[in-house]
């Protein structure tokens, strides 16, 4: 059910826009509250009475309407929303998105919102398989836009495949599915991401080549399972989830201080490459060379084991995660890992370069718990996140 939800619909121009009116009706009956925006060429399919008739509601068609502006202007209607439909999601939208295009109303919208985005595509079948659109569909799915069907079969043009737009009880389930209806509703996840910097001065840092994929995947597949994502992340080089509350950071300790501040959760997933050991005397000023030829000695002290911390603390989340990165011995010393910080499952992964997983775009992982250790086959890290989240939601259940 969707009650009491307020959906931002825009309808792109394609001949699947008539199922837009039809979806509008689905949305109305399970409670929610549809704001529409039709485009210049959703305009060619659908009118704007019909569209607002079934809605209910003024449809917003004009980027500079100053009647608009002065009630609700573009930033506040891309806000007020709890999520962002696009249906149809014509190639020209969805080029538009990929590219950060605003040059209409949907477009600007779309580039505004600080919500998140479902779009349903629907275009001819040599469309949706052209290069240029897989590019595209790529970096929205890196963008973390999610996306319902195409499905396959006949379309308007005669010809046959994947193109059609999903059916409008398909676009409600999905949309269900985001806003919180998943197994993970009602739940507080927290998960630790990237690197951490240690200074060594104002200008110079240790740091190490975790670039936050894998975290920043498991934070997107639990809020897609319904959660509530506390998203604590080093300075990572992957961006960080939309639909979490992000946390930066930058430090070891900063990260500890943000954890702790981030309890009570219900589960706590800690893929963070922490930094063992930070410069204990990081100069206040930058080191200078003093011409001797003698290089500054640094020195380190310990820095605090956030999951052990966690683990073993008064506030203890149900089900506590730790990552391993090893580049020997993985289930070893992960199971020694898993007894020394007092967590439950421990994901261990070889790190070893030529393995090519830190800062590449796959993981082949074994899960230790107190079952013993689990070798899962080698999958992208979004696979891997998406398995795990599901694992989360089935001991959280
Ligand atoms: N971790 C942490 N705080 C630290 C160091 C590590 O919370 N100061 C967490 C990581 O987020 C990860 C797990 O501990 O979940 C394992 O980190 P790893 O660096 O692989 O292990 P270490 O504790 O550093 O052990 P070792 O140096 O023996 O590899």
Redesign the pocket.
Known sequence: MLAGKRILLIIGGGIAAYKALELIRLFSKAGASVVPVLTRAGEQFVTPLSVSALAGARVHQELFDLTAEAEMGHIQLSRAADLVVVAPATADLLGKMATGRADDLASTLLMATDKRVLVAPAMNVRMWQHPAMRRNMALLAGDGVAVVGPDAGEMACGEFGPGRMAEPPAIVAAVEAMLGAGPLAGRHVLV?SGPTHEPIDPVRFIANRSSGAQGTALAAALRDLGARVTFVTGPATVPPPVGVAVVRVET?REMLGAVEAALPADAAV?????A?WRVANAGAQKMKKDGSGRAPALEFAE?????ARVSQGANRPKLVI????ETEKVVEHATA?RAR?GCDWIVANDVSPETGIMGGSENAVVLISAEGAEVWPRMGKDAVARQLAERIAGALA
């Open positions: 630790t070891a800690m893929a963070a490459a922490v063992d820095n605090p084991d956030i999951l730790g990552f391993a990165a890992k910080k």
